[in-house]
């Protein structure tokens, strides 16, 4: 084994010595970092408090005043809890979060000192944020951005910095980040949602979105991770042949947890609990080293910040526990990647969700009614849907046959497509008593409140109706879930905002019943959304020559992805649902191009330098090592000597075969690299990159591979997969 290796693998067995702790009750734990209602109860007089909240309930603006009231509060609570810092915490447009630490500490003009924080600080900042990614928005020298307290999730203590979740615009107004438009869609939905639920039930004030993710991940011993400079720098291994055991075996999935693990998950959901981030589910997934986590669902804007404080807190905890958390989708070849599916539905304020069934005809109208809207919705906007979970690392997951395909379609079993189908035979216009009464008992009353059922679940389709939710698979493991469930949430508002419009021109213009409208026009949708809909195997070739018949997008790069994002009808939408300007569209989808383009650009680099300095140096090492061999089988044998080397002779063509494609190949690709780097339209050069460099990708991949297999284990200077996936 080389040097490089066996170092990285003693060290990792050194720190396999580790102790699970029995903890205290969770439930005790629970939001003690979190300044919530409990802690406001505490800490703000009555006054303050109601205005907080209702700023949280209608997103009205809280007066300076009571910012003033806030903030000297939450300083006030930090402080005893140990906090010296506080930080804006946004989220910029690479994905991740963002934050800048300033102290509490001020001193006054005569050189005293004490700990400063006020309204203004609460309320607003400037980072400066000149090297976030705008898309052209703000230019250097034009605008500077701020950021701005988002009231609606509460701040939080991390480490010994309080965090402020805020939204990041720019002087002019537009969005410079992954909040706001989230914020605004939400904001779209709740009217939109509100409107039609009060056709049901006039107590409703208020609909939220919920989002349940589930996130997976793989483990991996630090040692040995950072002993590979593809997982350092991309988050994947570039290269790596599969290890003789991968998951064939099955005997990894909800398997027990190994000892180490469970310790850094057990340290992890105190971390969490104390954070308020509600993780309730762990298990081992399908792959070696793989695993699950996942909360109890939230209002979908405290959802998306607690998914992202998690994968923080998650790479800080592993740090403990000696090792690494990959949130790639695709960190190795052969086995599973990693996704997150969204769990989305509509909840009220008098708590119903508006997609689970219920007991009574009317209830199970107004599920029908927000099932097919969303239904409708996602048919109508399928490909946008689909863009928002595009990105270069998601590209190697989607359609790899173990994800969804880059296909959208809905799956909703069979149950509820008898139901639909019932539904679309419902005669226009008018209804008779008779067909009232039937449609009441026989169909709409059919409905089981519970829909669960597990045998009727289809784990291949990439939104799929799961009993009381919709389930959005696609969704990259290390995707901001702000993304989809921003074009999610606009699209079903958009939808309930059309619907609403046409069943009150049916009541007021064709005198129908509310019922009788809604059962009309719900028909229609079913008829108009019917090629979203497909229950069969979502992985197979055929529903590729079906979905094409559809004329349903099949999108399988993000370059390709991307494109409709600026169509008229998607600017169209975001800007008459006020989500986002065509300015701010255009810009995130220059952002989402540049991002591409670097992160191929990087494995295009790192793929260099792994094959010219570890792998050429080392195939050539042992193609000296063989050819050392045949000159004193010669010496030895003479003329004769080549009876007694077919074997040699046979590697040592083999192995200098790859070495010379190899290197071909290698420097093809970095002619490539350069002829995309020559391109100044980010859009022409995203395509380069996709389709000129990283087909190469496969090829070198390839070559390394053959090269690992034949290549004398001693020599062989990367980690192996048997190594990262199964040393303990
Ligand atoms: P699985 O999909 O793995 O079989 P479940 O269906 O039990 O698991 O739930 C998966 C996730 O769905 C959980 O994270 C849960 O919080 C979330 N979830 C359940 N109900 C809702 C809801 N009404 N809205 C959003 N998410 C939900
Ligand atoms: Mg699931």
């Known amino acids: 084994m080389s040097e490089l290796r066996f170092r990285a693998i003693s060290d990792s067995q050194k720190r396999n010595h580790i102790q699970i702790e029995e903890r205290g009750r969770r439930s005790e734990l629970f939001g003690k970092n979190v300044f919530n209602e409990e802690r406001m109860l505490q800490y703000l007089t009555k006054d303050a408090l109601e205005s907080v909240k209702a700023a949280i309930f209608s997103g009205s603006k809280i007066d300076r005043k009571i910012a003033d009231q806030v903030a000297e509060a939450m300083k006030g609570w930090a402080i005893t809890m140990g906090a010296t810092h506080y930080t804006h915490w946004f989220q910029p447009l690479t994905g991740s979060t963002a934050e800048k630490h300033d102290a509490f500490f001020d001193l006054l003009p005569d050189g005293r000192a004490l700990e400063k924080f006020g309204g203004a600080q609460l309320v607003q900042q400037e980072p400066d944020a000149s090297s976030f990614p705008s898309g052209g928005i703000r230019n250097t020298f034009e605008a500077r951005g701020y950021t701005a307290w988002d009231p609606t999730s509460p701040a939080f203590i991390y480490g010994t910095t309080l965090c402020i979740p805020t939204i990041f615009v720019s002087y002019t107004g537009e969005a410079l980040d992954n909040k706001a438009p989230l914020l605004r869609a939400l904001h779209a939905v709740d009217e939109a949602a509100t409107a039609v639920a009060r056709y049901f039930d006039k107590n409703v004030s208020k609909v939220h979105a919920t989002l349940g993710w589930e996130q997976e991940y793989f483990l991996i011993d630090k040692a040995l991770a950072q002993s590979r400079p593809d997982i350092l720098l991309t988050g994947r291994t570039l290269v790596g042949q599969s290890a003789a055991k991968g998951q064939q075996l099955d005997d990894h999935y909800f398997g027990v947890i190994p000892v180490r693990v469970l310790s850094f998950m057990s340290d992890l959901e105190q971390e969490c609990t104390k954070l308020g981030i509600p993780v309730k589910t762990r298990h081992n997934e399908v792959a070696p080293n793989q695993f699950e986590l996942a909360p109890v669902f939230e209002e979908a804007n405290l959802a998306v910040d607690h998914n992202l404080l998690l994968m923080d807190v998650m790479d800080k905890v592993a740090d403990r526990h000696h090792l690494k958390v990959l949130f790639h989708e695709k960190p190795f070849e052969g086995i599973n990647g990693s996704g997150k599916h969204n769990n989305w539905s509509l909840a009220t304020d008098t708590g119903v969700n508006l997609l689970s069934p219920g007991s009574t005809p009317m209830k199970n109208l107004q599920f029908l009614t927000f099932f097919i809207n969303t239904i409708k919705a996602v048919d109508t906007y399928e490909e946008l849907l689909r863009s928002s979970i595009a990105s270069a690392s998601n590209d190697y997951r989607l359609g790899a046959n173990e ?203 790192v793929m260099t330098e792994l094959v010219y300095n570890y792998i050429l140096p080392a195939a050539m090492r042992y193609q000296n090592m063989l050819l050392k061999n045949l000159a004193g089988m010669k010496d030895i044998y003479g003329s004769t000597f080549k009876k007694y080397v077919p074997a040699q002779m046979d590697i040592l063509e083999q192995v200098s075969t790859h070495i010379s494609e190899l290197k071909t190949k290698t420097d093809t690709m970095v002619e490539a690299r350069k002829k995309g780097n020559a391109m100044l339209d980010t859009n022409k050069k995203a395509h380069t990159y996709c389709n000129e460099v990283r087909p190469y990708f496969d090829e070198i991949r390839f070559n390394c591979d053959r090269l690992e297999r034949l290549v004398d284990d001693r020599l062989w200077p990367l980690t192996k997969y048997r190594e990262l996936l199964f040393v303990k």
């Open 403 to 605: 994800a969804p395909p880059a296909i959208m379609s809905i799956f909703i079993g069979k149950q509820l497509s008898s139901v639909l189908d019932e539904l679309e035979g419902v005669s226009k216009g008018k209804l008779s008593p008779e067909e009232k009464t039937e449609l009441k008992l026989n169909v709409v009353g059919k409905i089981p409140e519970i829909l669960l059922d597990n045998t009727d679940r289809n784990r291949t389709s990439p939104f799929a109706f799961t009993g009381n939710k919709f389930e959005m698979r696609g969704v990259g493991s290390k995707t901001n879930c702000a993304k989809p469930m921003t074009v999610l949430n606009t699209i079903v508002a958009k939808q309930l905002q059309e619907f609403k419009k046409e069943v009150d021109l049916l009541i007021d213009k064709k005198n129908l019943k509310k019922d009788e409208a809604v059962f009309n026009v719900l028909r229609e949708h079913i008829k108009a959304s019917k090629r979203i809909r497909f229950d069969g195997d979502g992985y197979s070739i055929d529903w590729e020559k079906e979905a094409k018949k559809r004329k349903l997008s099949n999108n399988k790069s993000t370059p390709e992805a991307l494109q409709v994002l600026t169509d008229k009808v998607s600017l169209e939408l975001f800007g008459s649902m006020n989500v986002m300007s065509e300015k701010e569209v255009a810009a995130r989808k220059e952002v989402e191009l540049e991002t591409y383009i670097l992160n191929v650009q990087i494995e295009g680099r």
